[in-house]
């Protein structure tokens, strides 16, 4: 059974910087097309990082130039790093497959931004 944890999240303000990390097991991540997801709540679950299948990274337009995505085939793990952050960055993090059949949610990790 696959399992994702994610952890790295906090309390920051307004242009600092996070790095999330997604622990993933019963599953090779580099045989997987992860990427990181956010949700708030009023606002559904939206797809904000992901490799492309050419391994290119892709960020949604509010994010990019902002967010870097890692994936460490050693650890098993995808990261976040998440720099000059805004309130609106606000939001619960989770990681996931990009398409398809999506892999149990794991907890998420809260990220808050104080202006």
């Known amino acids: 059974q696959v399992q994702l944890v994610e952890s790295g999240g906090g309390l920051v303000q307004a242009g600092g910087s996070l790095r999330l990390s997604c622990e993933v097991s019963?599953?090779?991540?580099?045989?997987?097309?992860i990427g990181w997801y956010r949700q708030t709540p009023h606002r559904s679950r939206e797809l904000v990082a992901r490799?492309?299948?050419?391994?290119?990274?892709i960020f949604v337009e509010d994010v990019r130039g902002r967010f870097a995505i890692f994936k460490d085939n050693t650890r098993n793990s995808l990261d976040l790093q998440m720099n000059n952050l805004k309130p609106e960055d606000t939001a619960v993090y989770y990681c996931?497959?990009?398409?398809?059949?999506?892999?149990?949610w794991g907890r998420g990790t809260q990220v808050t931004v104080s202006s």
């Open positions: 996931n497959r990009n398409s398809g059949v999506l892999h149990a």
């Open positions: 019963g599953t090779m991540i580099n045989l997987e097309e």
């Open positions: 490799f492309s299948i050419l391994g290119d990274p």
